[in-house]
């Protein structure tokens, strides 16, 4: 349902202001408010000049603007002057509530501040009105920076709107949360006021990783409105990719099947699993029982093939004794014996660190015979040791043989650890597990290698004076939209490395760490996710590096999070999708009826890549097009002329902008496409 409020009613006029200085007011409501028109009061004025309505950011951004005419014979009172497309304000957020005068002619003055006045309207909205500012050095009313005016002015304004709630807790460990720069407990039972002091669903979206990090266990998203036409919500969760193995390591899966076929009486299920024995699955003891419906069968006999020896039951240290009762047996030709044996299962510890004159690149392995040969890895010279599961170093107790067997590295997994990982390791432990259970051949360690980058030869000098001098190392660099492109350089053509680190948090290497020395002078072309940019706020971006010989240094620079790419927007400057592809807002025709041709609506290209582009290409995506439905591009509108595609063989420099129309074109017998939408491209070619 949509509600008319008008407040405060007046005699004077709605705002004051002319050709060179335009009057605002800041707005802000108490629940989110969809406004769709506004009310201008027009009071004791002798000029009619062509008004426009508009709501701004704080910023001067226009976010929502309408057409109207006051004409001078028209009856003093309230006009309802409609918005372009209706403009979303979200709960206890400022925004400016202004108008654009198109000539010069004043619309009358009032000298009475606003102050700082809340209004309630009922059903817990109010709004809140504070002092006045306004835009001057346009010229005939161009927008520019707003500023606070001396005094202020009354305002006389009205809207249509719809309010309510959009809520959000956070349900985690029997709690319901929500997040003010850190996680507050709410309540474990809450009611409605509890999810009305929660977030919003735009607060939800700026709450950090390293918060949503704390959350340990299941976290549930409990979302609350009072709009009675919300059937469902959504909610977009980004999450570090991860394997179902990585998921139900050490549980219990059970896989239950389905099936309509009445036939069926069985399922089979396959599994991949490393060579195992039934010994390794059951222990030393099993009994094995025996089912038959024979009345005749009166016993049952098993036979079991082992590769076994009685001495295996032996315990200890044993003698083997001899006896015979040839008395002539000569000295050196006394009886002997020759047996088998396998050794005990064991973990062999390097005692000391390996040796090695650089950083370790891999490991290498190699193994003979099929039974279990397991490796652990420490980087603390034995105090710990761990294991390498899904991108991750892991403890491991090596006092425990059966969880060493059961979860140490194969050396298929050992040999393809990547590099970045093996940085510290300095030594490594080896299970070996020649069963007299496993009838496959005894394993064997065949070798293990460490490959590392080191000089080969030593170099040697003789009656050589040599000095040694030092110089910082330089950066050249610049951020190019979403990107870090520059080089690092030493005079003394030493090896340097570097880190980026974004909003005081390490963004590369992601562990805080300076990146791996390399020869100067180093090429940094780095790509900043948007996922991890703060939008509309202003961004940190620090680079430090240094050389071989730890002289430090850094370059820093403030910007603004934006969207990266060939961007649309449409005229009121509002992005119609982001850089991932995601819709943020569609470029509304409202109903077209068969055969119809809509009116053309302007959208405006701009060019957020950081670089300058040519070639710019702009393409109506035809498969995705309803069954008799046409999208037409054209540079202009008077006169509008299809072009297809729509080229502009130009340079594009960077954050230049210029604008193209688009409308559509139905054909009479057109099969009727409930929210049919179209999609428009870019290409361009870098410069």
């Not at 699955?281 to 009166?298: F, I, N, Q, R």
């Not at 020896?309 to 000295?331: H, M, N, Q, R």
């Not at 002078?521 to 680079?543: A, Y």
Request: aromatic share 12%.
């Amino acid at each position: 349902m949509i509600n008319t409020f008008k407040f405060p009613i007046n005699t004077s006029a709605p705002f004051s202001g002319n050709s060179s200085t335009t009057v605002a007011h800041r707005l802000r409501f108490s629940k989110n408010t969809t406004i769709s028109a506004l009310y201008w009061y027009r009071g004791n004025t002798t000029y009619a000049p062509i008004v426009t309505p508009r709501i701004y950011e704080l910023s001067g951004k226009v976010i929502g603007t309408g057409n109207g005419t006051i004409e001078s014979s028209f009856l003093l009172g309230w006009y309802r002057l409609p918005l372009t497309t209706p403009v979303e304000l979200i709960a206890n957020t400022d925004y400016l509530i202004g108008c654009f005068f198109s000539i010069g002619a004043p619309i009358g003055y009032s000298n009475l501040a606003v102050g700082n006045y809340t209004y309630d309207i009922g059903g817990d909205l109010s709004m809140t009105l504070s002092d006045g500012l306004y835009w001057s050095n346009g010229g005939s009313g161009v927008d520019v920076v707003p500023i606070r005016q001396g005094g202020g002015n009354l305002i006389s304004i009205g809207f249509d709107g719809v309010s309510y709630n959009r809520k959000v807790l956070v349900f985690n460990k029997n709690q319901y949360k929500k997040y003010t720069n850190t996680w507050e407990n709410i309540s474990t039972n809450p009611i409605e006021s509890d999810y009305i002091s929660g977030n919003t669903l735009e607060q939800l979206s700026l709450i950090p990783e390293s918060a949503w990090s704390q959350l340990t266990g299941n976290v549930e998203l409990c979302y609350y409105t009072d709009d009675s036409t919300k059937t469902e919500a959504q909610f977009n969760i980004e999450t570090t990719p991860f394997t179902l193995a990585e998921e139900w390591e050490d549980k219990e899966i059970k896989i239950i099947e389905y099936t309509d076929d009445p036939n069926q009486s069985e399922s089979t299920i396959t599994l991949e699993t490393e060579p195992f024995s039934l010994y390794d699955e059951l222990g030393d003891t099993v009994d094995v029982l025996y089912y038959t419906d024979d009345p005749s069968k009166t016993s049952a006999n098993l036979n079991v093939t082992a590769n076994y020896s009685p001495l295996d039951e032996i315990v200890g240290d044993f003698d083997v004794v001899t006896w015979t009762d040839d008395e002539d047996i000569a000295v050196g030709n006394e009886p002997t014996l020759e047996y088998g044996a396998l050794p005990f299962e064991q973990l062999i510890i390097q005692p000391s660190d390996f040796s090695s004159y650089g950083t370790v690149k891999s490991f290498v392995a190699s193994k003979i015979g099929d039974a279990r040969l397991r490796f652990i890895t420490s980087f603390d010279s034995g105090t710990t040791w761990k294991i390498y599961r899904f991108g991750k170093w892991r403890l491991i107790n090596k006092a425990d043989l059966l969880i060493v067997r059961k979860k140490g590295m194969s050396v298929d997994e050992l040999n393809v650890i990547p590099e970045k990982d093996l940085i510290g390791a300095n030594r490594l432990g080896y299970y070996l597990d020649n069963s007299i259970h496993n009838s496959a051949e005894n394993v064997q360690l065949d070798y293990v290698k460490v490959s590392s980058l080191a000089p080969t030869q030593d170099v040697k000098f003789s009656d050589v004076a040599f000095y040694l001098l030092n110089t910082t190392a330089t950066i050249q660099i610049a951020l190019q939209g979403n990107k870090i492109v520059g080089t690092l350089d030493d005079t003394d053509t030493g090896r340097v490395q570097y880190r980026v680190i974004l909003n005081g948090n390490p963004y590369y290497p992601a562990s805080g760490d300076f990146s791996p020395l390399m020869p100067s002078p180093l090429n940094i072309r780095l790509n900043i996710s948007e996922k991890d940019v703060v939008f509309g706020q202003d961004n940190t971006l620090k680079v430090e590096f240094q050389d071989y010989w730890g002289q430090t240094d850094f370059w820093q620079t403030t910007f603004v999070g934006t969207y990266s790419g060939i961007m649309f927007k449409d005229e009121t400057g509002q992005f119609l999708s982001n850089s991932f592809g995601e819709i943020l807002k569609h470029l509304d025709f409202g109903v077209v009826i068969a055969g119809q041709t809509t009116l053309e609506q302007k959208v405006i290209v701009k060019n957020q890549l950081g670089i300058q582009v040519q070639n710019l290409i702009l393409e109506v995506q035809k498969e995705k097009l309803p069954e008799g439905v046409k999208i037409e591009l054209s540079r202009s509108n008077f006169p509008f002329t299809p072009e297809d595609p729509l080229l502009f063989n130009m340079f594009f420099d960077e954050n230049e902008e210029f604008e193209f129309y688009t409308r559509i074109l139905t054909d009479i017998q057109a099969p009727p496409a409930a929210n049919g939408e179209f999609e428009v491209r870019a290409k361009a070619d870098p410069v």
